[in-house]
């Protein structure tokens, strides 16, 4: 016959079989191996987007910075430092207003950002 000692024993050893038992081994590290692409993948787009957002608010510094400078009569040099390396920098005079338009391409993507920005001419600059 058990005795106290012996039942409680074997209930514990039961109890532990059906909580972590052998079936249960194992699955933390396939259920991470399933969910570790989709959160690598999460990342990666999380990172792309921030890249690309960065470059967008830089287009767009360079846009105001160039307008601005081409309003006043100066070269746009602050303009191209500002703006993404490869990215395209024109300058139209339209009356007396000055307009100028910045493109990159983000490669990776194949993503086309266009950032616009205009500036009247300052007084005397148009009359050169």
Not at 98 to 108: A, E, G, I, K
Request: charged share 25%; glycine share 10%.
């Amino acid at each position: 016959m058990r005795s106290d000692r012996d039942r409680g024993a074997h209930a514990a050893r039961h109890r532990r079989r059906r909580v972590g038992g052998p079936s249960d081994r194992g699955s933390a590290v396939v259920e991470f191996a399933a969910a570790f692409p989709a959160v690598v993948l999460l990342l990666l787009a999380g990172l792309a987007a921030l890249v690309v957002v960065t470059a967008k608010v830089r287009c767009a510094d360079a846009a105001g910075l160039a307008a601005r400078a081409a309003a006043r009569g100066e070269p746009d040099s602050a303009a191209s430092e500002t703006a993404p390396s490869g990215a395209t920098i024109s300058v139209q005079r339209d009356g007396d207003l000055v307009r100028v338009s910045v493109r990159y391409t983000f490669q990776p993507l194949g993503l086309v950002l266009h950032e616009r920005a205009v500036a009247r001419l300052e007084p005397g600059e148009g009359l050169s």
